[in-house]
C-alpha cells in the first residue's frame, strides 16, 4: 500500500480583544492560522466558526507578533558565553522565553580568550540547530573583543584587543553562518576593514563600547556600520562640544540604535530623548538578559565575568552594571511609559523592527503570508497566556 504522505492540515482561530499589528489595532479582532502560516487578520466577525478550526478565544487579553531579542546573554541558568559551563542547556533557556512571549531570540557571546570563544561558538551553532521547546535561536550576536578597554562595561578589559581581521573571520566561520552581528569600536586602528569583512560575510557592523569621537564615528557609518549597540551605556555621555558616538547615531538616520528597555540602564528622559530623535523603525529594543533572567538571586556569570544579582539587580563585583534579569515582555511597555510611543510604536520596537533590521521578513507582524508566531497577554497584567512559534502552541497558562 502507498503510504499517504499528504501534511495534515491544522486550522486554528485565535480571538482575542484587540490585536497589535504592530502596525495599527484591531478591536475585537481574530487571527487565522494553517499549519505554520497566518492566513486571515481582522475582525472576528469575519470569520465562519466552522467544525474545521480549533477556536481559542482570550476574552481579556491581546495579541501581539511574537517577540524577538536580538541581545540577549543568557536567561536560566543558560549562559550564551560558557555553554559547556552552565547550570541549564539552551533548551531551558528557549523554554523560559517562550513563557514570556518571545519567539525568536540572538544568543549573545562576550570576549574571552580566542580559542574558548572559538570552541564555544561552534558548539553554540551546533545547540542552535537542535530543535527547541520554545523560542527558536535564529541568530548569534558578538559582542566584543574588539572592543574599547576603557568602557569595558562587565567584559574584563584583559580580554578586549585590537582589531584582528583573521581572528574576526575565525569567529564568524565558528558560528557557522549563525552569526549575525558583531560590536566593535569605532576608534580601533583597521574599524573600516573590519566593516568590510563583517558587510562581506553579511555580519552588521554594531558600534558599542566605544569613545568614538565624530569623525571616527562617520568614518564608520560611511564604510557601512548601521547598528549601535545599547545606545547611552557603554559609550561617552552626551556634551554640548564634543560631539561622540551617542550624538552622531541619535541624529543620523543611517544608524538603528537598540535600547535596554528594564528601567534600569538607560534613564527615562534618555529613552524619550532617543524616541524622539530616532525614526521609529530605527528603535530596537533589547533585554540584555543574562543567566539569571528567570532565576532567584544568587552568583551567576556572564562568560568570564562574575556577576551578583541582588533583588533582581546584576552587577559585578566591582558595582558595574552587569546585563539584566529582564526580558522583553516586561520592559516594552517603558517605551510607553518614558519614551512616550503609542502601544502599536512601543510593539513594533520588539517585533518589526528587528526583523526587518536584521533580515527576517517572515516575521514580525500579524499579516497573511507570516509565520504564525503570536504573543497573548492578559490586559492590565500583561501576564503570558499563550505563546505560539510556526504555529505550535509552546506555551499556555495554567487554566488557559
Known sequence: MRENTKKQRIRRLYIADYLITPDHVIRDGAVLCENSKIIAVGGVSGFNLNEELE??????????????????????????SRVNDSHNPLAAMSASLGERGTTG??????????????????????????????????????????????????????????????LAADL??????????????????????????????????????????????????????????????????????????????????RVTVELIIDGRHVHSRMVDLACRCKPLRQIIGISDGTMASGMPDGAYHIGPSEILVRDGFSQTAGGKLAGTTAMLDSGWHSLMSCGHLSETKAAQAVTFNPAEHFGFADRGELLPGKRADLAIFEKGSNRTLMTVRRGEMIYRAEGI
Open 172 to 253: 564568524i566561520d565558528a558560528g557557522e553562518g549563525l552569526v549575525k552581528v558583531m560590536t566593535f569600536a569605532p576608534e580601533l586602528q583597521g574599524s573600516e576593514a573590519l566593516i568590510k569583512l563583517l558587510r562581506e560575510r553579511n555580519v552588521i557592523a554594531s558600534m558599542g563600547h566605544s569613545l568614538a569621537g565624530e569623525q571616527e564615528t562617520l568614518r564608520a557609518i560611511a564604510a557601512g556600520a548601521n547598528h549601535c549597540t545599547h545606545l547611552f551605556n557603554g559609550m561617552n555621555p552626551l556634551h554640548q562640544r564634543q560631539v561622540g558616538l551617542p550624538g552622531i547615531v541619535l541624529t543620523d538616520d
Open 55 to 80: 477556536v481559542y478565544t482570550f476574552e481579556n487579553g491581546y495579541i501581539t507578533p511574537g517577540f524577538l531579542d536580538t541581545h540577549i546573554h543568557g536567561s536560566c541558568g543558560f549562559d550564551c
Open 105 to 166: 531570540f540572538f544568543p549573545t557571546v562576550v570576549a574571552d580568550e580566542p580559542e574558548k570563544m572559538i570552541a564555544n561558538l561552534h558548539v553554540l551553532a551546533q545547540e542552535m540547530n537542535k530543535t527547541l521547546p520554545g523560542a527558536d535561536a535564529i541568530g548569534i550576536n558578538i559582542e566584543g573583543p574588539f572592543l574599547n578597554p576603557e568602557k569595558s562595561g562587565a567584559q574584563p578589559s584583559c580580554f578586549l584587543r585590537e582589531i584582528d581581521l583573521k
